[in-house]
């Protein structure tokens, strides 16, 4: 999958969430409380979901597709809330240790609309490792591996 870029350098896009980002799950008030202006339901096509375990990894992958939601911080929130982020998946822009890449890609909405926002996705050796190897989630919903 092509990474497509913002059209202006350092436009605040939302973020598309799949695990513990999620509604209901441990890291969403912690990062998320007070700092979104909206939630809404969303696809990330192209991906397919592995279990970390504990935590997921949405690993690039041609037909599959993940289930999370699309969050739009809040203007004054935006730049802390990309902080906060990028240190919870200990991603840091170029770093070959990441575990996680921040890719932006193209999200559908509910109603069929698509936007483009910040997706953290496993690094290219860890989504190598899980091809091989992991616990895909079939579903594509972190919610449903209860």
């Known amino acids: 999958m092509i990474t497509e870029e913002p059209e202006e350098p350092g436009t605040p896009l939302p973020f598309f969430v799949y695990g ?12 998320l409380r007070d700092r979104t ?11 397919a979901l592995y279990d970390g375990p504990g935590h ?3 690993v690039e ?21 990309l902080a ?3 240190r ?12 996680y890449e921040r890719a932006a890609r193209p999200v559908a909405r509910a109603d069929g609309t ?7 996705l496993a690094a290219p050796p860890v989504a190598a490792h899980l091809r091989a190897t992991g616990t895909p989630i079939e579903s594509g919903d972190w919610l449903s591996r209860r």
């Open 20 to 31: 513990t980002l999620r509604p209901g799950e441990p890291n969403h008030d912690l990062f």
């Open 37 to 47: 202006a909206s939630e809404e339901p969303a696809r990330l096509r192209g991906a």
């Open 56 to 58: 997921p990894y949405a």
């Open 61 to 81: 992958h041609h037909g599959a597709e993940i289930h999370g939601e699309l969050i739009t911080a809040r203007p004054e929130s935006y730049p802390d809330l």
């Open 84 to 86: 906060a982020l990028d």
């Open 88 to 99: 919870l998946e200990e991603y840091t822009p170029g770093d070959p240790r990441n575990l």
């Open 114 to 120: 698509t936007t483009l926002a910040w997706v953290y």
